[in-house]
């Protein structure tokens, strides 16, 4: 049941009117319990109750944690918490990419033997689902926060169907919170979360999935990309630069919104990551919830940025060829976690640089030298995205392509409606980092404004194309 379909408008109408409409507050949490199951058993009846199972063991040990005599017996419980969040994403998601590498290591050192297939379903959002539930131990265990005694709220923080699939990645302390607190009704955050669904849907339906006419050339499997010449892959590329931001934050915009109608607040996870100066402050832009993950429960137990430019370079490539492989199972993912390392190890040693330089830390700083700035890191950013493909040899398919064109650079005829769309990102873009939407916005009046949303929605639907494509972080 994807966000864009009918099917799901008429389940959040019910849900909705449900939820507001129920004259016992207390028992709203099971409607919406209920509401979430029922959203996933539409993909698959046994995930959903795997899921909800592995959720409800993650209770019963985190209350195991908290009544602990031991530390020895609380990281015990913690341990087994790990393991068994671990064990299933690896058996469900990465079997048969443990396999399959085995074995081309067997034909490397001359064992013939053919690669054993595991035939499992990967449930929707797995690698969402369980970091949300491996941080929440964690935190238990480190004390940062108590063991969730009400079970009906703490399903609740795994299964809240806005966030289930494709996040954002929910925090215990933030969600349980408000999981607690009575809710009431707000036409100011009622209109916040319609303003925040019909811009998620405006992005998706007439921006992601109409660039996916041009990046499907080279990012659907079985694609003849030697038969394109240089300038078609070059289109593809930059489509999917601009698919996959409009696509992952569209979702995200209608999961806060939805949720908004619901009463309850996700965290936001793209702040115009596309104006970022440099690296680093693209990852602080870019999928805040998982980088902010990466940080707490990766880098800094690792050491994080203490102990020298070398540990931090180690530790940054740890922790990002970790969150390769967390978004596909896949070498080519793990090599673009690897050159996301890279990328910020480099920017770490030119700061550095720039220090004992003040010139030209003072020409980088400059409103030209800032557009410059601004202009490499996308142009790497673009470059990484490359590797957002099943298989390394795809990946370096597509990078000949690029820099080695051996018959022309011609764009193909129907280039207009891409160019139109980078057009159009890049204003609104530039209008956001000015203030000028949110000004807009708090000055309109309220029939103006719904009006606003009432076009913006329809003009998703007509500039949207017949097929509607999946979300891409759906498979993650």
């Known amino acids: 049941m994807l966000f864009t379909t009918h099917q799901y408008l008429i389940f959040f109408v019910i849900v909705f009117t449900l939820y507001w409409a129920m004259p016992w507050p207390r028992l709203r949490i099971y409607l919406l ?206 489509a999917f630069t601009v698919r996959i931001y409009c696509d992952f934050s569209g979702y995200t915009d209608i999961a806060l919104g939805c949720a908004h109608l619901l009463g309850y607040k996700l965290t936001i996870n793209f702040r115009m990551p596309y104006l970022s100066a440099n690296i680093a402050e693209f990852w602080r832009r870019w999928h805040i919830s998982l980088s902010n993950w990466l940080r707490d429960y990766i880098f800094i137990p690792l050491g994080g940025s203490r102990g020298g430019f070398w540990k931090t370079a180690r530790n940054l490539t740890i922790t990002f060829g970790l969150g390769g492989l967390w978004h596909g199972a896949t070498w080519s993912w793990v090599v673009w976690g690897l050159i996301m390392a890279v990328m910020l190890v480099v920017h770490r040693a030119f700061r550095l640089f720039c220090e004992t330089i003040p010139t030209l830390k003072w020409a980088l700083e400059t409103r030209p030298g800032t557009v410059l700035r601004i202009a490499v890191t996308l142009f790497f950013v673009t470059l990484s995205m490359v590797f957002a493909q099943p298989s390394i040899e795809t990946a370096l398919t597509v990078l000949r392509k690029l820099f080695v064109p051996s018959d022309g650079i011609g764009l193909p005829m129907d280039q207009n409606r891409l160019w139109w769309t980078v057009y159009l990102l890049v204003f609104a873009h530039l209008v956001a980092a000015l203030g000028v939407w949110a000004w807009v916005w708090r000055r309109l009046p309220g029939p103006v404004l719904g009006a606003g949303c009432a076009l913006v929605f329809v003009a998703a639907q007509v500039l949207s194309p017949d097929t509607t494509k999946a979300f891409v972080y759906f498979v993650f």
Request: aromatic letters at 16%; proline letters at 4%.
């Open 33 to 238: 319990l209920a509401a979430s199951f029922y959203f996933y058993a539409t993909w698959n009846q046994w995930l959903a109750l795997l899921v909800t199972g592995t959720a409800t063991l993650d209770y019963l040990l985190a209350r195991g944690i908290d009544a602990a005599r031991s530390r020895q017996l609380a990281r015990f419980f913690t341990g087994v918490s790990i393991c068994v969040n671990l064990g299933v994403l690896c058996y469900f998601k990465y079997t048969n990419f443990f396999l399959d590498s085995l074995f081309q290591a067997l034909r490397a050192a001359g064992v013939t033997s053919p690669t054993p297939v595991l035939h499992v379903i990967v449930p929707f959002g797995i690698s969402f689902y369980t970091f949300e539930a491996i941080s929440y131990t964690v935190d238990v265990y480190q004390g940062r926060i108590r063991a969730e005694r009400n079970l009906p709220n703490f399903l609740l923080f795994i299964l809240f169907f806005p966030h289930l699939v494709a996040g954002p990645i929910v925090r215990a302390k933030d969600f349980l919170r408000q999981a607690h607190r009575p809710k009431r009704w707000s036409w100011v955050r009622a209109q916040h979360g319609v303003q925040l669904i019909v811009l998620g849907l405006f992005k998706k339906l007439a921006i992601a999935d109409c660039m996916a006419i041009y990046s499907d050339r080279v990012w659907v499997p079985g694609q003849d990309i030697a038969a394109l010449n240089s300038g078609a892959v070059w289109m593809a590329v930059i």
